[in-house]
């Protein structure tokens, strides 16, 4: 899982790298020393995740996340305890206090459920044939797994180099972005409708027109996706609207 940390601290930082050696699925791709940097470097990276402190010069961490183009999973670092229900507001996986305990390092990075590589490269996503509705895939994540077909699967949703996949109660993650699912689905069944989001056109339950242009579409599930004004041009065209 792709990772930076932003921190002013640069003794935190190193400390808080020495830690992550521990969890070799997590790889450190860039850090930063203030909150300008960082929201340069997470729109760069697009990391999976980041490791953000709260107190900084110039922008706080939760200044840094309202202007950011691109959201990681967010783990907190910070040596106050005062933030802990704001940081659970913006959906924070996890707070952790400096001086940052091994233990409970290890509790919040087992919060991300990270499929194991090995399992997930095993889906049949990972060929290069065009994937139909009535086609089955296996899925695996961890100890769990599914062989379900296409037509069950309502949704992908992006995690940074993951996708998350919705069919019936289950939102299990496999090892593949949303451009390289794109590829393989079917545009006559599936839609990319942003850039977080491919959708199951069987599993359209209510079209709605939307800010800017765009659509709201309410999934037979209860999943509310937006399509781009961009992407909401080429959905009428297909549907013919």
């Not at 699925?25 to 340069?40: F, L, P």
């Not at 001086?99 to 490269?121: C, F, G, M, Q, V």
């Not at 590829?183 to 800010?211: C, G, Q, V």
Request: with cysteine.
């Amino acid at each position: 899982m792709r990772t930076i940390i932003i921190d002013d601290e640069r003794l935190a930082r190193t400390e808080l790298k020495k830690l992550l050696l521990e969890f070799p699925e997590i790889e450190i791709v860039d850090e930063a020393n203030n909150a300008e940097d960082g929201i340069k470097k997470i729109n760069h990276h697009q990391p999976d995740l980041i490791f953000l402190d709260i107190q900084m010069p110039g922008k706080s961490g939760f200044e840094l996340l309202q202007q950011l183009e691109y959201t990681p999973l967010v783990i907190f670092t910070t040596a106050y305890d005062e933030y802990a229900l704001k940081a659970f507001e913006v959906n924070a996986l996890d707070y952790l206090l400096k001086p940052i305990d091994s233990k409970r390092l290890e509790d919040a990075i087992k919060k991300l459920n990270i499929p194991d590589y090995e399992e997930t490269e095993g889906v049949s996503f990972v060929n290069h044939d065009l994937l139909t509705e009535n086609s089955q895939v296996f899925v695996k994540d961890g100890d769990r797994c599914w062989f379900v077909r296409l037509s069950e699967i309502r949704l992908f949703e992006s995690v940074g180099n993951y996708a998350k996949v919705f069919f019936g109660t289950n939102k299990p993650l496999i090892l593949k972005s949303l451009n390289a699912l794109e590829e393989r689905l079917d545009p006559k069944s599936f839609f990319r409708a942003n850039r977080k989001h491919i959708i199951n056109l069987r599993m359209i339950d209510k079209i709605e027109p939307y800010f800017n242009n765009g659509l709201l579409i309410e999934l037979k599930d209860g999943e509310k996706i937006e399509v781009s004004r961009r992407q909401a041009v080429r959905f009428k065209e297909m549907m013919s609207f």
